[in-house]
């Protein structure tokens, strides 16, 4: 069997390799180098909590007042809300509870084992250098910002997440980085990062070279199917016969799929960073600062501060207000951090109305699709890559994939 994987993030790699592993000859095809596209901008948390989707009861009624507010973590381009419309009308059923807790439910089995299948990816390869174990913290102005959201921690603490409380003087003991506008923190054990994403993904690769893998540099332009199946992939630097390809291509994936007739109503929530080279002053664990929504965390290269929500589709470039908003909430944060430089990035995270990826068979056409993660393909693309190798190669997984299904928006 011969399989394309369109898309070279942590997603199509893991994939890549689990289907090397399984014995399929394998081809890894991206218009970039791997790792260029969101899987390089990430915060680098193996994020095993973040089983909430992204919208829950709450978020809908906030919205109107988090546009309106230069410093809340939610960004708009006014000139893209018509085409914006009709994926929002799609969003708002799942900000319902019950709805909310089914997402939940098939969210979890993707996210909450992810530093062990980072481990399992990494088994015997070189790129398990890059992997750090350790704590996740959560930091909060006080205890009341902190008891604000019981609604996620309910969440998470159902599915064995429950935080260590340090508050007071402390969070100065915990750690010296955090300045006085931080009184309450919620740490998490048995979490862990990656200390370059995109490093780690380029060596991902190069372990998936050695292992008899293949990786080209082309744009995937057009699929054939002969009597319904997939036989061959046009690309700009030829024709690629293959039996089964896997689309990956993160946010730009309904584009591809709408050549085989697939309206999906997938969107870019456009990410920021920023990273402070060679920092001093910095966390020593990965931090989601609350009040900016965004996560501190220490790299090889100085401290990323990446996150933030901005909607305004795949073609604009970047906005100014988010880098300033991450800004000013790290000054606040962290008033002891130092840098020798300032490196802005800005990047698509594939975005679905119900926060659920897409896994799963094109019809019959052995075309499979595996992207949609929102901000959790990191913390997610091992094991989603694991389950659709397995898929692919005629394995029986042991998890429902009905809520992933890749025609559940027909």
């Known amino acids: 069997m011969h399989v394309v994987v369109i898309g070279a993030g942590i997603v199509g790699v893991s994939t890549a390799i689990w289907l090397r592993r399984f014995g399929a000859d394998v081809t890894l095809v991206d218009r970039d180098a791997p790792g260029q596209g969101a ?15 992204s919208v829950v009861p709450s978020t809908i009624p906030s919205v109107p007042r988090m546009l309106l507010d230069k ?34 439910q098939a969210l979890a089995p993707l996210v909450s084992d992810s530093p062990d299948q980072h481990r399992a990816l990494t088994e015997g390869l070189s790129a398990r250098r890059f992997l750090a174990g350790g704590e ?59 200390l370059d ?55 730009f994936s309904a584009r591809l799929l709408k050549k085989l007739g697939q309206n999906i109503p997938l969107e870019s929530e456009r990410g920021y960073h920023i990273t402070f080279k060679n920092a001093s002053g910095q966390p020593k664990r990965p931090t989601m600062i609350n009040a900016g929504q965004f996560v501190a965390t220490p790299m090889t290269d100085g401290l990323r501060c990446a996150g933030i929500l901005e909607f305004g589709g795949l073609d604009a470039g970047p906005s100014r207000a988010p880098f300033g908003l991450l800004r000013r909430q790290t000054a606040k944060a962290l008033p002891h951090l130092q840098a020798s430089e300032e490196v802005e990035w800005m990047g698509h995270r594939p975005a679905l109305p119900d926060s659920l990826p897409m896994l799963g068979e094109v019809g019959q056409t ?45």
């Open 197 to 251: 994403p995109g490093g780690y993904i380029a060596a991902l690769a190069e372990d998936f070279v050695a292992m008899g893998g293949q990786v080209r540099r082309a744009e995937v332009s057009d699929f054939t199917l002969t009597d319904g199946q997939i036989t061959q992939i046009a690309t700009t630097d030829g024709v690629i016969n293959c039996n089964r390809a896997v689309i990956a291509s993160g946010a």
């Open 39 to 53: 899987s390089f901008g990430n915060a680098g948390v193996l994020a095993a909590c973040a089983v909430v989707p």
């Open 71 to 104: 410093d809340a973590p939610l960004f708009l381009r006014w000139s893209y809300l018509p085409r914006l419309a009709p994926w929002l009308l799609r969003l708002l059923p799942n900000a319902r509870d019950s709805r909310v807790r089914d997402i939940v």
């Open 136 to 194: 996740y913290v959560y930091a909060y102005a006080n205890r009341a910002e902190f008891d604000a959201g019981s609604y996620d921690w309910n969440i998470k603490k159902a599915h064995g997440f429950v935080p260590e409380l340090i508050e007071g003087v402390e969070v100065a003991e915990f750690d010296p980085a955090y300045g006085p506008d931080i009184g309450c923190l919620a740490v998490l054990k048995g979490h862990g990062h990656v």
């Open 366 to 410: 052995g075309i499979y699709t595996a992207f949609g993660h929102h901000h959790v393909g990191l913390t997610g693309g091992p094991k989603s890559g694991r389950i659709l190798a397995g898929l692919i190669m005629g394995q029986s997984p042991n998890l429902d994939l009905t809520p992933y299904r890749t025609d559940r928006f027909h």
